[in-house]
């Protein structure tokens, strides 16, 4: 299939790192610059969110996540402008910021693609049945991660209705292509090409030396049952997350929105790897 365009705007949301005073400028001199181009200019992240043909982040990976987040689904392209050190979601380096943003007004640049996937809670009610305590997406991963106490936790999969198996493990880690380099990396998980179709499943420090990282296809629906005496938090996208109990039940499927990146035009997903990664450096 041919890329696809991301369509010229008429407005622009900026959403900035707050804890960043030079994100902060640079946001006030790009909403400057932005407005004597002609497009309107959205500064508060609600109305950004809901409005903006085009949301530029001014930041970090963290940041793109939250604005992504804010979205909720909203199919407005992200242009991820960092303020540090290259990120995997955040291409463009601050110097190149006007350059990416003409290169988008001139109705050329490629967006990337990005799968979310659905988290539900589900716990047991006391009549019976079940309460939905969650519904939410994630960009990254869902992660169940024990708490304070030391003790492993154990965790029962199923994928569409089969049984995968229990894990005892520090936590499990579930993530698309585009959170592929994030925790499962860390745990040892694939990298996956940000654009392919699947879900990873990633433990985290398991008994068993044999439970490995797997890869699952995205039309199916993981079922994860937390087991008694188990104390687990779970974690989205590194931002938000809810205390589990034992029995609880986290569902995990694909979402059928997606997240919609502006590609930067001097830097392919194999450059990102190299810089990030240091590959080829002794």
């Not at 919609?260 to 990030?276: A, C, E, N």
Request: glycine content about 8%.
């Amino acid at each position: 299939m041919p890329p696809t365009t991301c369509p010229v705007p008429r407005s622009v949301g900026i959403v900035h790192k707050q804890s960043s005073r030079a994100a902060a400028a640079c946001a006030a001199e790009a909403a400057a610059a932005i407005a004597a181009r002609g497009l309107t200019v959205l500064v508060d992240e609600q109305e950004a969110a809901r409005r903006a043909d085009l949301v530029l982040v001014l930041g970090g990976d963290g940041t793109l996540i939250h604005a992504a987040r804010i979205l909720a689904g909203r199919p407005a392209p992200i242009l991820g402008v960092n303020m540090g050190s290259l990120g995997f979601l955040t291409e463009v380096p601050q110097a190149e910021l006007y350059q990416a943003l003409d290169h988008v007004l001139s109705g050329q640049a490629v967006l990337s693609e990005r799968m979310k996937l659905r988290v539900h809670v589900h716990r047991q009610a006391p009549g019976g049945g079940e309460l939905k305590l969650l519904d939410t997406e994630v960009l990254n991963d869902a992660v169940m991660a024990k708490g304070t106490l030391s003790r492993m936790a154990e965790f029962e999969v199923t994928c569409s209705d089969d049984l995968v198996t229990t894990y005892k493990a520090d936590g499990i880690i579930v993530a698309t292509p585009t959170g592929s380099t994030a925790y499962s990396l860390a745990a040892n998980g694939p990298i996956l090409f940000p654009t392919m179709r699947g879900v990873i499943l990633t433990p985290i420090c398991p008994h068993m030396l044999t439970q490995r990282p797997i890869v699952l296809p995205d039309d199916r629906t993981l079922n994860i049952r937390l087991a008694p005496e188990s104390e687990v938090y779970l974690t989205l996208d590194g931002q938000t997350g809810l205390q589990l109990q034992p029995g609880d039940r986290v569902q995990i499927k694909q979402s059928q929105n997606r997240v919609l990146l502006v590609q930067s035009p001097r830097i392919d997903y194999f450059g990102i790897l190299r810089t990030k990664l240091r590959w080829g450096e002794r």
